[in-house]
């Protein structure tokens, strides 16, 4: 497997106690502080941040005009449901 781009080193500052327990898991994982923090921040990014990114891209299709009424909304749904339930009843 290919090593990762690694960027210019950072300097962190962080809680003593968040330190203490990266250095828990770093030890019982037998890897390094880096790799705990780097799986850290991965799983915050596909989560947390994730979600952060889709509410900006969001708010910036709201400005963009970007939106539907939400009576259209409701109409195209309804209209949706009952294509459903005839194709069932016709399918019974």
């Not at 994982?29 to 969001?58: C, F, H, N, P, Q």
């Not at 539907?68 to 339930?85: I, K």
Request: glycine share 4%.
């Amino acid at each position: 497997m290919a090593k990762p781009t690694l960027s210019d080193p950072i300097t962190l500052r962080l809680p003593v106690e968040i330190l203490a327990d990266i250095e828990k898991i770093a030890e019982t994982a037998d890897r390094s502080r880096s790799w705990v923090i780097v799986r850290a921040l991965k799983a915050y990014l596909t989560t947390e941040g994730s979600e952060l990114l889709e509410i900006a891209a969001a708010r910036q299709d709201v400005r963009d005009g970007k939106v539907m009424d939400m009576d259209d909304l409701l109409d195209e749904l309804d209209g949706l449901n009952a294509a459903d339930e005839k194709s069932r009843t016709d399918a019974a």
